[in-house]
């Protein structure tokens, strides 16, 4: 790409973002019908959607699915989004609930078993993962199948989504305290499973 | 130093280098507590494998951007409350599954109540052309049904009718709506049974019915289409 077709994409990119609104006054132009309002949210908060579906899915095209099935849930329940100033922690929390409700479908097709719990372990090849050596990376991905979906989630939205407490309970309709102890036990769940790892234990 | 530990919180905030009001005094505790700052450090390793993991699924904003045409084909095609395709016209997109049968059940309940309405001076005449578009007012066939000299013809009964089959219609296709998308929610019990208390109440018309019962059992369906309405809105809340 030239140097003014790149000027002129990202000039095109920062119009749809419309960065001089914020999320309340997106949402309230969303619900009276501006065609570029809603857009311009999911640009903003599509790619924290799609990380976090990411890791749930583990799988490129699921989480992709999945994406965009939580912005047409989003889209159809934005008028009765109370708070439009926490929309990040609802359009995560409607991803959560999307997600579960994939896993139940796949559970009701019978085809989960393998892909989800055992495969777990050796699909975490990622060339783009130099933070990890392959083998540590597999003992996290192990380490994080086995969480439970609640811990899981919520470790995600607490240490990689970077959200508080109070809107991770607001997000996924628990209790503060639920969400707190969900934390700790993901993270010392992990902790144990690291350790086994480096204590040569299995 | 302070027997006094940092708690997970205040851990993890330092950790993802979140804003607090008391930063300075948390790193006060930290400079003297190695139990504290061994567990910010394991934190700290803990949250970058796990970022590393999250980065190596994750899709990059570009890549997001593109899943928006699907998106917004999608919410052309089942035609979300708010217009959000520029480009699409009014008649192109299809409306939600339960919206035609609510508006043709409003619609034949309007039709009929303006039909009794008229009784009351002009007791021949027929529904107006914009009866189909007007609001339900289930009152005016009571005051028609309410009046001494006010029999209703057997045209208004007929309008009657149809309004009530059409509401039940309605009802039936909201249920199935609200079976649907509450089943597993919290409070889905709680729902079923103001649900089902509702439609026990409403009586069955029947065609010898008087057109005041008949307006007694259309008021019902209107007042249980809106628990259905308001149950479906709050499931996808």
């Known amino acids: 790409m030239g140097y003014s077709r790149a000027v002129a994409h990202l000039h095109a990119v920062r119009q749809d973002l419309q960065p001089e609104l914020d999320d309340e006054e997106l949402v309230r132009r969303a619900v009276a019908g501006e065609a570029t309002a809603f857009r311009a949210l999911f640009l903003r908060h599509g790619p924290a959607v799609r990380r976090l579906l990411g890791a749930l899915c583990r799988d490129e095209g699921s989480a992709d699915e999945a994406t965009q099935e939580t912005f047409v849930r989003a889209h159809t329940a934005l008028p009765a989004l109370r708070e439009p100033r926490r929309l990040r922690g609802w359009l995560l929390g409607i991803a959560r609930i999307v997600w579960l409700d994939e896993q139940e479908r796949l559970r009701r097709c019978a085809r989960v078993p393998a892909l989800l719990e055992a495969g777990e372990a050796r699909d975490g090849a990622s060339p783009e993962g130099g933070l990890l050596d392959a083998e540590a990376e597999s003992v996290l991905a192990t380490a994080l199948a086995r969480l439970s979906p609640r811990r899981r989630t919520a470790l995600l939205l607490r240490l990689d989504q970077g959200l508080s407490y109070g809107e991770i309970a607001d997000a996924l309709g628990w209790r503060l305290h639920g969400v707190k102890n969900a934390i700790h036990r993901a993270r010392l769940q992990i902790r144990d499973e690291l350790l086994a790892y480096l204590r040569g234990t299995p | 130093m302070s027997a006094r530990h940092l708690d997970d919180e205040q851990l993890e905030d330092l950790a993802l280098g979140e804003p607090r009001p008391d930063e300075l005094k948390l790193r006060a505790h930290l400079a003297g507590c190695s139990q504290c700052a061994s567990g910010l450090f394991a934190l700290r390793g803990q949250r970058e494998a796990l970022s590393a993991w999250v980065d190596a699924r994750d899709a990059s904003p570009a890549e997001v951007g593109r899943l928006w045409p699907r998106i917004a084909a999608r919410l052309a095609r089942e035609a979300a409350p708010v217009r959000l395709v520029a480009e699409a016209s009014a008649q192109d997109a299809p409306r939600r599954s339960w919206a035609r049968p609510i508006a043709a059940a409003l619609a034949a309940a309007a039709a009929g109540a303006l039909l009794a309405g008229a009784l009351r001076t002009l007791p021949r005449a027929g529904p107006p052309d914009s009866a189909a578009s007007a609001p339900a007012r289930p009152e005016l066939v009571q005051a028609a049904a309410d009046e001494p000299d006010g029999k209703p013809t057997p045209s208004a009964l007929a309008a009657l009718a149809r309004a009530e089959q059409q509401y039940r219609r309605a009802a039936d296709v909201?249920?199935?709506?609200?079976?649907?998308?509450?089943?597993?929610?919290?409070?889905?019990?709680?729902?079923?049974?103001?649900?089902?208390?509702?439609?026990?109440?409403?009586?069955?018309?029947?065609?010898?019915?008087?057109?005041?019962a008949r307006v007694r059992v259309l008021e019902g369906y209107a007042a249980y289409l809106k628990s259905l309405r308001r149950a479906l809105d709050e499931s996808r809340d």
Do not use: F, I, M
Not at chain 2, 182 to 205: D, F, I, M, N, V
């Open chain 2, 174 to 212: 909201l249920e199935q709506q609200v079976a649907r998308h509450t089943g597993a929610a919290k409070g889905a019990a709680r729902t079923s049974a103001a649900l089902a208390r509702s439609r026990r109440a409403l009586s069955p018309g029947s065609a010898a019915s008087p057109a005041r």
